[in-house]
């Protein structure tokens, strides 16, 4: 589908507010301002970003422990999640859930997880429900590498595959599993072939290329939603950053990640040049897309700095068990 000026526009606004939204969550935990450990997504905004433009918004996705990108991309209020890092009764879970466990029902974002591979099993049962209700709604279901050996993956996916469910299960392969490389622990050469044990089409994109993510999951949307069941896709991309603030990145090269910052790779620039070079986008036009997505962040931090604490006796409420 041909994408309008201001469309594009706004795809690339998304980028950034995820980039800066990050920004500042590194930076309130070093000073000590956010409740509990956060993990940023620097350098894969363009997956989440991609993905999503293809979605309604009652569609549903999952996200992960690395899941501000997911929310912000299918529509969060960045106040509200900044609110929630910092604990406050403003938040999305009003201050209980902290950064692994933003959700908005009202847009589809059924939670990030803190489990790894926690997310892979509630898409599917997002996907199996708008089957049941004779809906045409899809399900993304996002996950790393590493999570892709976790077994729920292959008793999901064999439902899925069995039921034809609407489904995409969308594989962010950033190279790294917590705290090592993922490779090692790989012993299929591509990703997509584990899609084949599941019986589903699997296919490989650069996740760095917004356009590119886009036009793959948006195919498999299509696919899911006229009833042609599940697809598998993996998105080739980098985390720049470490598994949680303050890891000391031991366990790989120091210049990796540079190489990954590059113009020829970060996602970012990448668009940029893109939008510039291809769709008639001046470089005074991105320099303000870029400051409109900072004034959203720091209004964001205002808003969650200003905001109430829970009151105690609120402890006990929204808690199930």
Not at 32 to 52: D, F, I, S
Not at 126 to 149: E, H, K, L, P
Not at 242 to 271: C, K, N
Request: one cysteine or more.
């Amino acid at each position: 589908m041909e994408l309008s000026h201001q469309q594009l526009a706004d795809l690339y606004y998304r980028l950034w507010l995820i980039r800066l939204f990050d920004a500042a969550a590194r930076r309130l935990f070093m000073e000590n301002k956010l409740r509990g450990t956060t993990h940023t997504y620097t350098g894969q905004e363009a997956v989440a970003v991609g993905a999503c433009s293809v979605l309604r918004p009652d569609d549903y996705i999952t996200s992960t422990h690395r899941g501000h990108g997911h929310v912000l991309a299918k529509g969060g209020d960045p106040r509200r999640m900044m609110a929630e890092l910092l604990g406050k009764a403003t938040g999305y879970c009003k201050g209980k859930g902290g950064s692994m466990h933003i959700a908005d029902l009202d847009i589809g974002v059924l939670g990030a997880n803190g489990i790894v591979g926690g997310g892979i099993g509630i898409a599917t049962g997002a996907a199996y429900s708008a089957t049941v209700r004779g809906t045409d709604q899809v399900a993304i279901c996002f996950f790393g590498d590493g999570a892709s050996n976790q077994g729920i993956l292959m008793e999901a996916g064999n439902m899925a595959a069995l039921w034809r469910l609407p489904i995409i299960y969308l594989c962010e392969e950033n190279q790294y599993a917590e705290f090592s490389p993922s490779r090692p622990f790989m012993a299929v050469e591509k990703l997509e072939q584990k899609a084949a044990a599941f019986g589903m089409p699997g296919v490989t994109v650069d996740g760095n290329d917004l356009l590119a993510v886009r036009r793959v999951v948006g195919e498999a949307v299509a696919r899911a939603r006229a009833g042609d069941g599940p697809t598998f896709v993996v998105a080739q991309t980098y985390r720049v950053e470490g598994h949680t603030v303050g890891d000391p990145l031991t366990y790989r090269p120091p210049e990796e990640a540079e190489q990954w910052r590059s113009p020829e790779r970060d996602p970012i620039q990448r668009f940029g040049r893109k939008l510039v070079d291809d769709f008639g986008f001046t470089s005074a036009e991105l320099k303000g897309l870029h400051e409109q997505a900072q004034q959203t962040i720091d209004e964001a931090i205002r808003f969650a700095e200003e905001s109430p604490e829970p009151e105690p006796a609120d402890l006990w409420e929204d808690v199930l068990a």
